[in-house]
């Protein structure tokens, strides 16, 4: 789903839930709704999900190259404790 898609779908189900006597102002408050929702989400500093699998993705490549990098030490160590 698209951001915008998301904040339309949020700001449709706010309105929807609004008491029956306040669906008159409903295009005023719906405007009101997504101006809100779009600064508060902006503010959160959020990442999309996409962004998010590419720095995971990173972030395991990355642990096994820690990884080998670690046994290479332990492996030249032992060598070096050996003579």
């Known amino acids: 789903m698209k951001d915008k898609d998301f904040l339309n779908d949020l700001t449709k189900r706010l309105c929807n839930a609004l008491p029956s006597h306040l669906h ?3 295009k005023d408050v ?3 709704f ?3 929702l779009q600064s ?3 503010k959160l500093d959020l990442v999309t999900r996409k962004e998010f699998d ?3 993705k990173v972030l395991t490549r990355s642990r096994k190259k ?3 990098l670690e046994a290479s030490i332990q492996k030249l ?3 070096l404790d050996e003579k």
């Open 30 to 32: 719906e405007k009101n």
């Open 24 to 26: 008159e102002i409903k």
């Open 54 to 56: 590419a720095q995971t």
């Open 66 to 68: 820690i990884e080998a």
């Open 34 to 36: 997504c101006a809100i």
């Open 77 to 79: 160590e032992r060598t």
């Open 40 to 42: 508060t989400f902006n």
